[in-house]
Each structure stands twice: as structure tokens, then as C-alpha cells.
């Protein structure tokens, strides 16, 4: 090759090798500008997620500050207090991080400086709420401060950050166009030499896709989270809406209690104005609190909220003293008292039957001390004047069934005292007769004599016990030893006729006013009767001993004897079934109870036997 040609060709190559290295460096300024702008738009897209999350955060926080200061306006649970305190702290947190993220971004600055006013004026609009819920009730809390006066800020709030979102965007799509107009200018660069261009397009391509990659991974995240933020928005938005809707329910029923309240209180007011007896309420230290219409008239007192009175300036000493011994059995053993008192009235002293029981706290302490009482001194008469009657109607059929028991008597008598007087006159001809009969002889004949008399002393006094009056020396008897001692009276009696004689075990505080002597005949009798009714065992006689009520105590006696035939009347005069009985001992029986205000009966038992109960008042008969 000539050296003219072989310059041409090395300045070709030359001119071939600088345009090549002039177009490798222009791809590589391109492509540069290209990776640049490629890294530009990644930190774009960062920037916008980093954005749109720290919205989501103030956004969030917002919302959880409305829903737990709401919920709590609504039910007064302090545990919606630690939701909306929580977000109160973060959202302070939030909004600085979002100022940080935005600050190369001077119109994000001032939205920002019109977001946060609002943010403020929110939780001091929810702080008011909670304050006045907390200081005076729900009601309060809900008429100072309107219920959607909240939502106003929200949605003033919520609109600034649906701004600072679009714009977010808009920069975003800008950065997407001026990096597509790039990579087309590289592409049409890479042309001019293929083989460089082939490889760096192959590597451009690879950078692309792989940026491509990252920023659909970036938009499908981004997006994703839009889309969650957007459902806690609805889902927020429904739970406020269900929130306001139980807020109204509540406002509703909380309204319908107080009218029910109300009218409840004027149904007890207009009770207790037309109540015949006094009712009244007391605090632990004896002021009333209560008095209904009654009480006031008979006190003379009316009762003032800004002066309570107590019973010592109502009643004299000694009425007062028994009031607050009863008022005081009542608060110290949280139970109910029935008792009678003694009340001073304008005509004079009355007696009250009176109930006072205890009004208790949450916490099962005695609060108050309530009582309703009824005046029965009129009815005190009238049980007198019953009593007397009844006594005077009871003496009257004494008189008749001793004019009975005379009649039956005098009959009794008259064949015995006839064979005694034979058998008299018997011996004393033998006697005359033969001075010298067998002692042996005598003897029989005095026997006979002597078991006549025998007889005729036991019925003349069952005659004299029935006919005498009923006079009662009253005494504490503890129970569970009578008994034991009336046992061990028969045991010996009921073992020789193979019968088992048993009294229940009682406890040793059990105890009874009566007359000892009269009870002692009671249970002699009645425990006689069974034992007699059984005649040969095997049978059992058994006492048992049982509590029909707090004043009241019962003695029973059953038997597994024959039973009592339907068409005896037991207690009748002279109704019995024994051959040598008088008829007399459960008449007399009946006498005793009677006299200490008891009761008597009996009952038939199955397959066989009979149970006689015998019921006494404990603390003895009522004075006349």
C-alpha cells in the first residue's frame, strides 16, 4: 500500500478509531446521563414511599385519636384512654419525620404548615371531650363539645394529605416521562456502533430491565399500600359511623332511665304518702335521711336535706335507747330485725311492730338502716280482750267437763266404795266370828282393800289435776337434759317390755321457758301412753325434738304401736282404749299446753303407730 493510501487509511482508521472513541465516550456520557437520571428517578420513587408512609402515619395517628377519644366519650372505659394517648405522643413524632422527608419540597413546607394547625386543633377538640366526659359524666361530654364537630377537622386534615399525595405523584410521573425520552436518545446513539453499542445495550438493557423491575416492585408496593390506607380509611370510617350510632342508642337510654327513674320515685312517694304504718331510713350514725308523710305528722319534724335530725332530738331517752339498740343489731349483723317498740304518741304511749333492715353498699357494707313499723296497739287490746275471753270461755267448759267428771266419778266411785264396804264387813265377821282365822286370811282381804283404795286415789287425782287450775311457774329449762331425765325415768320401764326408748341428740343451747313440773307431766304421760300402746316389744318409742320457727320449738313422741282407731277423739273426756284407763291424762295433757300458749296434736302413722306433738312458744306464754 502506497504510504499516501496507507495514511488515508490510518487517518480513516484513526478518524474511525477517535469517532469510535468519540462515540464510545458520548455513549458513555449518555449512558452516564442515562444511569443518572435512571438513579434520580429510584430516589424519586423512595421518596415518594417514604412520603406517602409518614402521611399514612399522621393519617393513622389522626384517626386513632378520633376512635379512642370518641369511644371513650361514649362508654367512660378508661381503656380507650391508652389508644388515643398513644397516638396523641406518635403523631408528634409523625408530622416531624414528614416535615424531614419534604424538606427539599418547599409547597410540601406549606401544607405542612397549614397540616399541623389542624392536627393540633383535632386533639385539643378531643382533649375538651374527654375533660368534660371526665368531669361530669357522659351527657356533659357530649353536649359541650358537638359530636361532628371532629369530623370537620378530620376532613379539612385528610384533605391536605390527599394534596400532598398528588403531588408526591405528579413529580413522580414527571421523572418516569424525562427517563423514557432518555433511554430512547441512548438507544438511537447505540446505533451508530453496533458491536459497542450491542454490548452496551446489552447492559443497558440489563440495567433497565433491572430498574424496571425495581420500580414496578416500588409502584406495586406503593399502590398495595394506597390501597390499605384507603380500607382503614373505610373501615375507620364505618367503625365512626357505628360509634355515633351508640352514642346516640346510649344518649337514648340513658334518657328512658331517667324518665323511668322518675317515675319510679313518684310511684314510691305517692306509696309511702297513703302508707297506714311509718317508714323511715337512717345512715350509720343515727340521722334520718327518710321519713314518709306518717313519721313526719307523728315527730312533728320535717325533714330538711340541709338538716338531719336524729332520734335524740325527736324521742325521749329511754325511747331512744331502745331504738339504737335495735338500729345497732342491724348494722352490726347486716340482718333483719322484727321486733316491738314502744313510741310516745299525743294520746299516749303506743306500741309498734316494727321490721328494720339493712341497706347495703357494693361492697356488702351497711350503707343505711331502713324500717317500716305499723301501730298494733289496737291490736294489743284486742288480743287481750280475745285472751280474756277465750279464758273465761275456757273456764266455763272447766266447769262443764267438771260437772261431767263429777258424774263420771261419783259413778267410779260408787262400785268400788260398795265392795270396799263388803269386803269390810266381810273381815270384820270372820273376825267376830272365829278369833283365831290364819293371819294369811286377814292379809288377802286387806289387800284387796288396799288396791281398791289405790284406785280410787290415782282417779281422784286425775279428778283434782283436770279440775284445779292451770298455774304456771315459769323457768329456763335447757332442753336436751329434760329430756335425757325423762328417759332415764322410763328406760327401765320400756327394757323390762323389750321396747327401745330414744331421745335425739340436741344441742346444748337449746333451751325452753316453761313449767317443769307441768312439762315433766306432759312427757310422762305422753311417753306412758306409747309405751303402754306398744305393751310387748319388739317396738320402739322414740322423742324427737325439731324447730318450726325462731320462737318456737317442738316436741314430738312416736310409737310403734297399734295406732289410734279413726273414730277416737283423743283429747276428748273419757275417751280411751285402755281397759283400766280414766280418760283423763291427754285431756289434762291438752290443759298444760294450753296454758303455756302452746298447741297439741297428733298423727297417724303408716303402717302403724301414732306421733304426738307437742309445740311451745321458747320464751314461754305471752303476759296477759
Known amino acids: 500500500m502506497k504510504p499516501g493510501a496507507r495514511l488515508f487509511v490510518r487517518r480513516r482508521v484513526s478518524a474511525a478509531f477517535a469517532l469510535a472513541v468519540l ?99 383535632a386533639v385539643t377538640f378531643w382533649e375538651q371531650a374527654i375533660n368534660a366526659r371526665s368531669a361530669a359524666g357522659q351527657q356533659a361530654g357530649t353536649e359541650t363539645v358537638p359530636v361532628f364537630e371532629g369530623k370537620v377537622t378530620t376532613d379539612a386534615i385528610r384533605d391536605l394529605i390527599d394534596d400532598m399525595r398528588a403531588e408526591e405523584w405528579e413529580q413522580l410521573q414527571q421523572g418516569e416521562a424525562t427517563e423514557h425520552a432518555s433511554g430512547r436518545d441512548t438507544l438511537r446513539s447505540f446505533g451508530l456502533l453496533a458491536v459497542l453499542i450491542v454490548a452496551l445495550l446489552a447492559i443497558v438493557a440489563h440495567l433497565v430491565r433491572h430498574e424496571a423491575s425495581v420500580r414496578q416492585r416500588a409502584q406495586a408496593v406503593l399502590l398495595a399500600a394506597y ?10 370510617t364505618a367503625d365512626l359511623a357505628r360509634s355515633n350510632a351508640l352514642l346516640r342508642e346510649e344518649v337514648a337510654q340513658h334518657k328512658r332511665a331517667q324518665e323511668a327513674r322518675r317515675e319510679s320515685e313518684q310511684r314510691f312517694a305517692q306509696f309511702m304518702r297513703y302508707l297506714p304504718g311509718v317508714a323511715f331510713m337512717k345512715d350509720v350514725e343515727g340521722r334520718y335521711v327518710y321519713m314518709n308523710d306518717t313519721f313526719e305528722r307523728l315527730s312533728h319534724q320535717k325533714l330538711s336535706e340541709s338538716e338531719r335530725v336524729t332520734d335524740e332530738q325527736l324521742w325521749p331517752a329511754p325511747i331512744v335507747a331502745q331504738f339504737r339498740k335495735n338500729d345497732d343489731h342491724v348494722a352490726r349483723t347486716g340482718t333483719a330485725l322484727q321486733t316491738t317498740e314502744k313510741v310516745p304518741h299525743d294520746d299516749g304511749m303506743h306500741e309498734w311492730l316494727v321490721t328494720k333492715f339493712p341497706i347495703l353498699n357494693g361492697d356488702g357494707t351497711v350503707r343505711l338502716v331502713g324500717g317500716v313499723a305499723i301501730d298494733i296497739t289496737e291490736r294489743r287490746r284486742a288480743e287481750t280482750e280475745l285472751r280474756e275471753l277465750q279464758e273465761r270461755a275456757q273456764q266455763r267448759e272447766r266447769l262443764a267437763d267438771i260437772g261431767a267428771i263429777t258424774a263420771q266419778v261419783a259413778h267410779d266411785l260408787g262400785n268400788p266404795l260398795a265392795g270396799l264396804s263388803m269386803q269390810a264387813q266381810l273381815l270384820l265377821q270372820r273376825i267376830k266370828r272365829d278369833g283365831t282365822l290364819p293371819v294369811s286370811t286377814i292379809v288377802q282381804l286387806v289387800e284387796r282393800i288396799i288396791t281398791e283404795v289405790r284406785h280410787l286415789d290415782a282417779l281422784i287425782r286425775e279428778f283434782m289435776d283436770f279440775s284445779r287450775e292451770q298455774r304456771l311457774d315459769l323457768k329456763c329449762i335447757n332442753l336436751s ?46 311417753v306412758k301412753n306409747a309405751i303402754e300402746a306398744i305393751d310387748r316389744g319388739p317396738g320402739q318409742v322414740s322423742i324427737h325434738v325439731t324447730v318450726p320457727g325462731p320462737e318456737a320449738v317442738c316436741i314430738s313422741v312416736a310409737d310403734t304401736g297399734p295406732g289410734i282407731p279413726e273414730t277416737l277423739q283423743a283429747f276428748r273426756l273419757f275417751e280411751t282404749t285402755k281397759p283400766q284407763g280414766t280418760g283423763l291424762g291427754l285431756a289434762v295433757v291438752k290443759q298444760i299446753v294450753l296454758a303455756h300458749h302452746g298447741k297439741v296434736r297428733f298423727d297417724r302413722l303408716s303402717p302403724h303407730g301414732t306421733a304426738f306433738h307437742v309445740e311451745l312458744p321458747c320464751r314461754g306464754p305471752l303476759p296477759a
Request: proline letters at 3%; one cysteine or more; glycine letters at 8%.
Open 23 to 121: 462515540l464510545v465516550g458520548a455513549i458513555g456520557v449518555i449512558a452516564y446521563s442515562s444511569a443518572s437520571r435512571f438513579a434520580e428517578t429510584a430516589g424519586q420513587i423512595a421518596h415518594t414511599c417514604a412520603v406517602e408512609t409518614h402521611l399514612g402515619k399522621v393519617l393513622g395517628e389522626i384517626h386513632d385519636i378520633e376512635i379512642g377519644a370518641r369511644d371513650y366519650v361514649i362508654t367512660g372505659d378508661d381503656g380507650h384512654l391508652q389508644s388515643y394517648r398513644g397516638a396523641t405522643a406518635r403523631v408528634e413524632s409523625a408530622l416531624k419525620e414528614l416535615r424531614r422527608v419534604t424538606a427539599g419540597n418547599p409547597s410540601q413546607q406549606q401544607r405542612l404548615d397549614s397540616l399541623e394547625p389542624l392536627v393540633h386543633q
Open 481 to 526: 337434759g329434760f329430756l335425757q331425765q325423762v328417759v332415764e325415768v322410763w328406760q327401765p320401764v320400756a327394757t323390762a317390755r323389750d321396747i327401745a326408748l330414744t331421745v335425739d341428740q340436741l344441742p346444748n343451747g337449746l333451751s325452753l321457758t316453761a313449767d317443769d313440773e307441768k312439762l315433766r307431766r306432759v312427757l310422762d304421760n305422753l
Open 227 to 236: 390501597e390499605e390506607s384507603d380500607r382503614r380509611v373505610e373501615e375507620r
